[in-house]
């Protein structure tokens, strides 16, 4: 029963996130772009209507329609990582990806764009102009946490 604890983390990714997300555009006094962290961070406010990185915005109920069969796919695999014993981490990364799946997957079906709130100072022009929330964060984190525990798995150490 230890595995449940894992059913709060898309909640709180999801829920949090839209949180930030709402703050953000009901906050018509926010400028375009606010540096934080000594400038290493900057809060902007930008409207994806694409992908990552604003892959297929011309297409936009393609994007809509692959990102609700995504999370329903994330979903299925989250709930059967529910019903295997061990293993912790990819059950972690399933929940991390879901949360931040659903996120973006409900900004794409009821605002028809996702809304993406801050950057990273770098000096490196392309990444500096990539927007970022914390649904990103999640779906990558996750990413990589079913990579490695899902690996350790196959390998034979996946028991924890």
């Not at 709930?79 to 949360?99: H, V």
């Not at 964060?137 to 028991?159: D, K, R, S, T, W």
């Amino acid at each position: 029963m230890k595995e449940l604890w894992s059913v709060w983390i898309p909640a709180v990714v999801a829920v949090g996130d839209l949180r930030i997300k709402n703050r953000i555009e009901s906050d018509r006094q926010m400028p375009k772009e606010k540096p934080i962290l000594k400038g290493r961070v900057i809060l902007r406010h930008f409207h994806n209507p694409g992908a990552f990185l604003s892959l297929g915005r011309e297409h936009g109920a393609l994007v809509r329609l692959l990102s609700v069969a995504l999370t329903l796919a994330v979903a299925g695999l989250f709930g059967l990582s529910l019903t295997q014993k061990g293993n912790g981490l990819a059950r972690t990364g399933y929940a991390l990806l879901l949360g931040g799946a659903f996120s973006n997957t409900y900004d794409r079906l009821f605002r028809k764009y996702v809304v993406d709130y801050f950057s990273f100072h770098t000096g490196i022009g392309a990444l500096d102009r990539m927007v970022f929330n914390l649904a990103d964060f999640a779906v990558l984190i996750g990413a990589a946490c079913i990579v490695l525990g899902e690996g350790n798995a196959f390998m034979g150490e996946g028991q924890g």
